[in-house]
Nanobody, 118 residues
Framework: QVQLVESGGGLVQFGGSLRLSCATS????????MRWYRQAPGKEREWVAS????????GYADSVKGRFTISRDPTKRTVYLQMNGLKPEDTAVYYC???????????WGQGTQVTVSS
């Protein structure tokens, strides 16, 4: 059974930091592309950051570049999103996403709420 479980969300003040975690099971983590998305109230879900498998290449949306860092720990099957310099516009539900190349399948977590107060 595939599971992606996000944690680490919460309420933080403007300029603060949070680290989100996404613990996974049930698919080939080592070769999966992992992504974070977010969805603010009344808006469409948007891509935030990606990390690829063996090379660890990363990519970021312009809105978070320089403030957020995505990383992965294969030994824990976990992907992280370190968020620094948080702004009210970062308020959203953050979702973990996996693309399993071995099966051509996509998986989502249930999301974790991040709220940034001004």
């Amino acid at each position: 059974q595939v599971q992606l479980v996000e944690s680490g969300g919460g309420l933080v003040q403007f300029g603060g930091s949070l680290r989100l975690s996404c613990a996974t099971s049930g698919f080939t983590f080592s070769s999966a592309r992992m992504r974070w998305y977010r969805q603010a109230p009344g808006k469409e879900r948007e891509w935030v950051a990606s990390i690829f498998s063996t090379a660890g290449d990363t990519g970021y949306a312009d809105s978070v570049k320089g403030r957020f860092t995505i990383s992965r720990d294969p030994t824990k099957r976990t992907v992280y999103l370190q968020m620094n310099g948080l702004k009210p516009e970062d308020t959203a539900v953050y979702y973990c996403n996996a693309w399993d190349y071995s099966k051509g399948a996509e998986y989502w977590g249930q999301g974790t709420q991040v709220t940034v107060s001004s």
